[in-house]
């Protein structure tokens, strides 16, 4: 499985902010996409990133996390 937060961090400038979304095209699926969210928990711990918000479903279920680059 590919950690679709470290490529967005990865991609963005210091100071940007960017959504992580699950992008069917490179066959992520919403529930797999839940560990985007650990991903990016992992980032903001290491000082890298700040999440800003994470956006859910009517069910429960993460549908996108927008973060900020902080390094």
Request: zero cysteines; charged letters at 30%.
């Amino acid at each position: 499985m590919r950690d679709i937060a470290k490529e967005v961090y990865e991609k963005m400038r210091v100071g940007s902010a960017a959504w992580i979304r699950p992008v069917a095209a490179k066959g992520d699926t919403l529930p797999d996409f839940q560990s985007a969210h650990d991903n990016a928990k992992q980032l903001a711990d290491e000082g890298l990133i700040s999440i800003v918000k994470v956006q859910r479903q009517a069910d429960g279920l993460i549908d996108a996390i927008r973060i900020q680059r902080l390094a």
